[in-house]
């Protein structure tokens, strides 16, 4: 594998503000060049390539003074984020690991490798959910994590999504790129993704919370300043101890129907935007665990309850926060349903109080359960937590809140969230 850090562009927002280009501004006490020398040392990179075009001289001559195995392209004129890769030159082998040169990133490659060749995947697009989807390139996946679309960032359309951005980092086969045309302004998300995409290429997300960050505008370059002094940036992601707060969906974040055919996700409790808000800000992750039964019951399609989830957290995604993922049950145990599908009507072994989705979310995220905790409204919520050895909260349930001893009674999602993350 191979390392080939993008940074050609001409950083027109960024020098608004900063004399040096991007890759060189302050990053704690080094700059970007040196955490992507970083990156390559302490993994099995073979060599890292730098494609570069406006102030190219000044990134050059600090990259000289550096003993690292590295060559330099300089553009001429600008080819874009993928133009810049079709050189005669460059003619990497195997898999190329790209990484767009405003990113501040602190990510686990081999995780992030090992899922590309467990996928046999042509592009592997790393990406995350984020609190500026609006300007964002946005994908959606199907059950497998393939890609099945993707939106650029200066869409016109409506659409809805799981606010899965692409986060500037790629994982590329080398013989990928002949897709590419020589001496064209060309850019990866645009035209080879798109191009992947329709020749009908095996592209997918890795969907994951390793801190990444474009630092391409004055404010989210000094968020990643402050987060440099948080715990947000932390250079131990390689341990599995990652945080979560585990949201029950209705009667949690949503209200929830009486009559138990299906509640709207987005009849949202009042503070429900502001809790998300804090936990986005903090070293949590927010996932949502939720039996969606009606499935089962015929209510409602597997498909209708994905799609009311891509409309929520589009939403959310507007508000300028979001869930870190999303786990469902569509099974029901007992029959007798009118209209009930019987492919769901199963003893399963996701439906709370069962921790099927808990160690799925576990697995998928390296969640330490001992550090995490679950807001839930039901006894399956309760049960389902200390089954985990997870720490429960019950809220909008006093007398289960009373019968398990809970010290406190929380009415609401804000109030207990208020309560954990000062």
Do not use: W
Not at 48 to 67: S, T
Not at 129 to 137: A, E, I, T
Not at 266 to 281: H, T
Request: proline share 3%.
């Amino acid at each position: 594998m191979d390392l080939a850090i993008i940074a050609g562009g001409k950083g027109t927002r960024f020098s608004k503000f900063s004399k040096k280009p991007k890759v060189l501004s302050k990053f704690g006490k080094k700059n970007l060049v040196d955490l992507y020398f970083k990156i390559f040392k302490e993994n099995q990179i073979k060599k890292i390539f730098f494609f570069l075009g406006h102030n190219a001289q000044i990134i050059e001559r600090y990259i000289e003074k550096k003993n690292v195995n590295c060559k330099v392209f300089t553009e001429k004129r600008a080819l874009g984020t993928a133009g810049c890769l079709v050189n005669k030159n460059f003619n990497p082998k195997g898999d190329l690991l790209v990484i767009m040169g405003d990113i501040a990133t602190n990510f686990n490659v081999k995780k992030f490798y090992d899922y590309h060749k467990k996928k046999n995947s042509d592009i592997t697009l790393f990406v995350h959910p984020n609190d500026h989807p609006l300007d964002s390139d946005i994908v959606n996946l199907d059950e497998d994590s393939r890609v099945i679309k993707f939106y650029s960032k200066n869409r016109k359309k409506l659409f809805y999504s799981d606010n899965l951005a692409t986060a500037g980092i790629y994982l590329i086969k080398a013989n990928i790129l002949k897709l590419l045309k020589k001496n064209i302004k060309q850019d990866i998300s645009k035209d080879l993704i798109v191009t992947s995409l329709k020749r009908k290429k095996r592209v997918f997300g890795y969907k994951s919370f390793d801190y990444v960050k474009d630092m391409g505008t004055k404010k989210r370059y000094f968020q990643v300043l402050r987060d440099l002094k948080t715990k947000k940036f932390d250079f131990k992601f390689k341990k599995k101890n990652h945080k979560a707060i585990f949201l029950d969906r209705d009667g949690v974040l949503n209200r929830e129907k009486k009559n138990y055919k299906y509640s709207n996700p987005l009849d949202l409790y009042p503070g429900v935007i502001r809790s998300l808000k804090k936990i986005n800000k903090s070293n949590y992750l927010s996932i949502v665990i939720t039996n969606q039964p009606a499935i089962a019951k015929g209510f409602v399609t597997k498909e209708f309850v994905i799609k009311s989830h891509k409309i929520l957290q589009t939403f959310l995604g507007n508000k300028n926060v979001y869930l870190n993922d999303i786990f469902f049950c569509p099974h029901h145990p007992h029959k007798g349903f009118k209209g009930e599908n019987k492919k769901y009507k199963i003893v399963c072994n996701c439906r709370k109080p069962k921790i099927g989705l808990l160690l799925k979310a576990k697995k998928q995220y390296d969640i330490d359960f001992k550090k995490s905790f679950f807001i839930g409204n039901s006894e399956a919520d309760y049960k389902a937590a200390i089954k985990s050895n997870i720490k429960p909260y019950i809220i909008n349930n006093k007398i289960l809140s009373d019968k398990i001893g809970q010290k406190r009674s929380f009415s609401s999602l804000h109030q207990v969230i208020k309560y954990l993350i000062k």
